[in-house]
């Protein structure tokens, strides 16, 4: 029976480290304004180069003017390293954690940021012809909180418009991965781009209470005027009454595939706060205040009133 208490409180005490990571590792100097509001930047960036290593510096640099003008959470979107051909694509996978997600987070520490760094290309074991899209959350004591491999690759064919097989290089997450995470700020889901054509990904983050819908992006111009990208956001902060922010790349990348731009962070009665611009790299600011989301769970609990 002794054993079996000392089991019981040791399970208890490595729950809490855990939980204590998860919520408040390196958070305690991460403030609200004065009106309760916590202010976000979304960097809208344009992978221009064929080189991964210049995508890095002009990344690195972004977040770092993004944290200079008090951004307290920072996003970069989908791929912002490699928009290259497949065929040279591979050769540029990373490990993680690795090299690449070290960096970020020193400078997540460094600047005292929360960061989701985007999506990089993760190495494969199971497959060495392949890789995983993986977007990686860090807290700003520099801690890699979490990596989520995007699930739904993005292969179609809509004819005089976009041909593409992402799965030709990308494997598929496991939707064992989907897991919210809490910060200072409220408990952060995470999807990729073309997960947003799936409302259950979402759902199943919000049957774990999330508040921040992160979706790093680099949506397909002909998509994106076809009203696809904000029409599918606004429906996932409506639906899951939750804010939701969109960082997406823009402009047509060394593989010639063209991003919509169109940042876009968004309230959880789908009200849009703030858009970026189509063609142009930017990085967009907007505030976001969790009382607000708390007061359209209350006066429309639709949350509380699912049957399946």
Known sequence: NMKKIKWIRRCLV???????RCYSSGSSSINHNDNGKIKVALIQFHSE?????????????????????????????????????????????????????????EIAQEHNVWLLAGSILESSEEDP?????????????????????????????????????????ILSGNHSNLTVI????????????????????FRQLSS????????????????????????LLVARAIE???????PDQVGQAPNKFSSYGHSLAIDPTGKVIV???????????AELELAAMHKVREEIPALKHRRF
Not at 14 to 20: A, F, I, L, V
Not at 275 to 285: F, L, M, R
Request: glycine fraction near 6%; aromatic fraction near 10%.
């Open 14 to 20: 490595s729950s809490e480290r855990s939980s204590r």
């Open 49 to 105: 180069s064929a080189n991964p290593e210049q995508n890095q510096i002009k990344a690195e640099r972004l977040v770092k003017e993004a944290a200079s003008n008090d951004a307290k959470f920072i996003l970069l979107p989908e791929l912002y390293q490699t928009m290259l051909p497949v065929d040279q694509m591979r050769k540029y996978s990373n490990k993680i954690p690795g090299s690449i997600s070290n960096r970020w987070g």
């Open 129 to 169: 012809n392949k890789c995983y899209n993986t977007a990686t959350l860090y807290d700003n004591s520099g801690e890699l909180l979490q990596k989520y491999r995007k699930i739904h690759t993005f292969d179609i064919n809509i004819p005089n418009k976009i041909t593409f097989r992402e799965s030709d290089l």
């Open 182 to 201: 809490q910060s200072p700020f409220g408990r952060i889901g995470l999807g990729i781009c073309y997960d947003l054509r799936f409302p259950e990904v």
């Open 208 to 231: 774990q209470t999330m508040d921040i819908l992160c979706l790093p992006a680099a949506f397909s111009l002909p998509t994106g005027r076809m009203g696809h990208w904000k029409s």
């Open 240 to 246: 899951n009454q939750c804010f939701v922010l969109a």
């Open 275 to 285: 858009e970026g611009e189509e063609d142009k790299e930017q990085i967009v600011y």
